[in-house]
């Protein structure tokens, strides 16, 4: 008994300790996992990248935003070299790597610069560039922090492609480095790169792929995180992409502005068609006759081409480029005789071709677009051979004076190439650039043009051949090139076989309608030597009578300030007929000028010179010489106009002054009576014959 009391004893002890033993090993293990777990919810949340501004901004608090506002002159463009960097805000930006071509200076574009550059033209005014020489793959922009920054972001774009990647890098305090792969957008959309740590922030590293040349930056943020903020990274990448590349009609691009919150005021070019309107409230409440025929065309925005009826019924959208804007959009309509088509200058695609606004036709419902200047489109090169073709391009430009070449930034195309590509040339240099995919357009030159915001030089270029490699003649940049090269108010023939249009210099030329010539041809609409200068407005006859016949306005050579309208065969020398004479004591310009359907006379739009408020629309009876004024406007600007097919009505810009930011489109009978509203927010009108 005793020693199995004792064995029992000792039974019982062992069995004791042995629970104890598993209870406390349960217990260490219970503790390691929720120790890993800790550590590892830690090491999940104490970092977050973000590609949305609105996610970083919701988890971020003390945030400061540089725009570089304060470090871009006034025009042009601050230069930065590698050994240098740039400095603002105790933030320092500096290029590093690259290899044997160095990793290329900083440039801090200014908002005058930028806006009228169409690759830098971001909407959101001052901005940082940055292009690697050779693009090798292996540069990098860095940006040192100051202590104290937990958060930090900036909104991206790339040069050429528009949409590709940029790796950011951001190292925190630990010596830990924590990347994303951002995907940039079409113009003018932004991308968003950031991150949000719980340890110290230092630096930001850039890197853009092999063949990327531009990084452009705004908008770059630092700051805290937010007390008690959850860190959760945003949206993948790829899911925002396909949320801002929405191109449906409800979904209009629009830029990142300087302040994520309040949309910028960029500064806009004396070109740009933006106007604000203040009209009366008060309308006549007579409709158009219903006995009014045809369509009407008007461009809104820039961005979109649409049809409404004479009553202002059936106002829809056939047309539209989401990433056009007023500099670079759609411009001034025309429909074909016969109804089926609807002819329109427009940039949407200005550094693809020859001209800063090229023209295309477009059936009413919207559908076969095609080119008719410097065809083909775009979109049809896949079907030419290709060949390649190198040229050098010299910036000659003399370092005593200022232009337009002295900024030395430019994109060069060559006619039929996949891609323009834009250039660092200052004064003085020289570079050597190859486009090895051109499309082959036969056996003649392909024009090759050099671009600087609204400036345009132009080389004759070199015949490209299908399989072969040719060098261009070099190519120098001088001076400040040609303001508004391209296609403008298009004008068709009465049989529709030609279309004619202007220059930005009111140069005019003929285009073959029926089959777009291929590559950059010059066919002036007025014979001889000295065509007539400032020939901004004009007008094919009508009838096939008066087929060959052309109304055209002409400044008068012994007083510039002053302008007739003359009467001349298509291909004649200047002067014609003089059919209408300005007075000494009248001054006005002309804005707009159109036949009326049956030939029997014209109708003008014009402006006072002394009070650009005041516009209006006279009627001239060719047969009587007998002028009579329509309207009688004091405080509004009229522009463009347009007769129904039936002479009876006008349609007509108006607007609150010349540089006023919309127009609306008012009808008014060619008797003077009957105004009235048709839309609101519109440019261009186009009546339908």
Avoid at 498 to 509: H, I, T, W
Avoid at 540 to 557: D, R, S
Wanted: include cysteine.
């Amino acid at each position: 008994m005793k020693n199995c009391l004792f064995d029992g004893t000792c039974c019982l002890f062992r069995r004791s300790k042995n629970n104890l033993f598993q209870q406390f090993a349960f217990a260490g293990l219970l503790f390691l996992t929720l120790l890993c777990f800790a550590f590892a919810t830690n090491a999940q949340s104490d970092f977050a990248s973000f590609v949305s501004r609105s996610d970083f901004d919701a988890v971020t608090s003390s945030i400061s935003t540089i725009d570089f506002e304060s470090v871009a002159p006034a025009r042009g463009f601050g230069k930065y070299p590698v050994n240098e960097g740039l400095t603002v805000n105790r933030l320092g930006f500096r290029t590093t790597g690259g290899g044997r071509f160095g990793a290329g200076m900083i440039l801090v574009l200014s908002e005058h610069y930028a806006v009228l550059n169409p690759m830098t033209n971001m909407g959101t005014g001052a901005i940082l560039a940055w292009g690697p020489p050779n693009q090798p793959g292996n540069a990098y922009l860095d940006v040192t922090l100051p202590g104290g920054v937990y958060a930090v972001g900036a909104d991206l774009w790339t040069g050429q492609p528009y949409v590709s990647t940029v790796d950011v890098i951001a190292t925190t305090s630990d010596g830990k480095t924590h990347s994303i792969t951002v995907n940039t957008q079409q113009r003018p959309n932004s991308s968003f790169g950031g991150f949000v740590s719980d340890k110290e922030i230092v630096s930001v590293r850039f890197q853009l792929p092999k063949g990327q040349p531009w990084l452009y930056l705004d908008n770059f943020s630092y700051g805290r995180k937010a007390e008690g903020a959850n860190l959760k990274s945003s949206a993948s990448v790829a899911e925002q992409q396909n949320t801002n590349n929405d191109k449906s009609p409800t979904n209009i691009p629009v830029t990142s502005p300087k302040n994520p919150s309040q949309k910028s005021s960029a500064i806009q070019p004396d070109a740009t068609r933006e106007r604000s309107n203040n009209l009366p409230s008060t309308i006549s409440k007579k409709s158009v006759s219903t006995a009014a025929t045809g369509s009407i065309a008007y461009v809104r925005g820039s961005k979109e081409i649409r049809l409404i009826a004479p009553d202002g019924g059936n106002d829809r959208r056939i047309l539209a480029y989401p990433d056009a804007t007023e500099v670079s959009g759609i411009n001034e309509l025309a429909w074909r005789p016969d109804g089926k088509e609807i002819a329109f200058s427009s940039g949407h695609d200005e550094i693809f071709s020859i001209y800063d606004a090229d023209l295309y036709a477009v059936k009413p419902d919207g559908t076969g677009l095609r080119k008719l200047t410097n065809a083909p489109d775009r979109s049809e090169l896949a079907r030419y051979p290709k060949g390649s073709v190198s040229v050098t391009i010299r910036n000659t430009q003399p370092l005593y004076q200022q232009s337009q070449a002295s900024t030395g930034l430019f994109i060069i195309y060559v006619a039929g190439a996949d891609e323009p590509q834009q250039v660092l040339l200052l004064p003085g240099a020289s570079k050597t650039l190859v486009f090895k995919s051109v499309a082959d357009f036969g056996k003649h030159a392909q024009a090759i043009v050099a671009i600087q915001g609204g400036n345009r030089w132009l080389a004759p270029g070199t015949d490209v051949q299908a399989g072969r490699a040719v060098k261009a003649p070099d190519f120098s940049i001088t001076r400040d090139g040609i303001p508004s090269l391209g296609a403008f108010r298009p004008i068709w023939r009465s049989d529709g076989s030609r279309v004619s249009y202007r220059s930005g210099l009111c140069v005019v030329s003929t285009a073959p309608a029926a089959t777009p010539a291929v590559g950059h041809t010059f066919n002036p609409l007025f014979g001889g030597e000295n065509p007539p200068s400032g020939t901004c407005a004009w007008d094919w006859g009508p009838t096939a009578t008066l087929a060959n016949k052309i109304l055209y306005q002409a400044g008068v050579e012994e007083n510039s300030s002053n302008w007739n309208i003359y009467l001349a065969n298509e291909g004649a020398k200047h002067p014609g007929e003089k059919v209408f004479e300005w007075g000494d004591d009248v001054f006005e310009f002309l804005e707009d000028l159109r036949w009326l359907p049956d030939g029997s006379g014209f109708v003008f739009s014009s402006s006072s010179l002394l009070d650009d408020k005041e516009g209006n629309i006279t009627r001239v009876d060719l047969a009587t010489k007998r002028k009579t004024r329509l309207t009688d406007f004091k405080e509004h600007w009229i522009g463009q106009i347009s007769v129904s097919p039936d002479g009876r009505w006008i349609a007509f810009e108006r607007a609150a002054s010349s540089d006023a930011k919309t127009a609306d489109i008012w009808i008014i009978g060619t008797d003077g009576k009957n105004l009235r509203l048709l839309v609101k927010d519109g440019w261009n009108p186009a009546w339908s014959r």
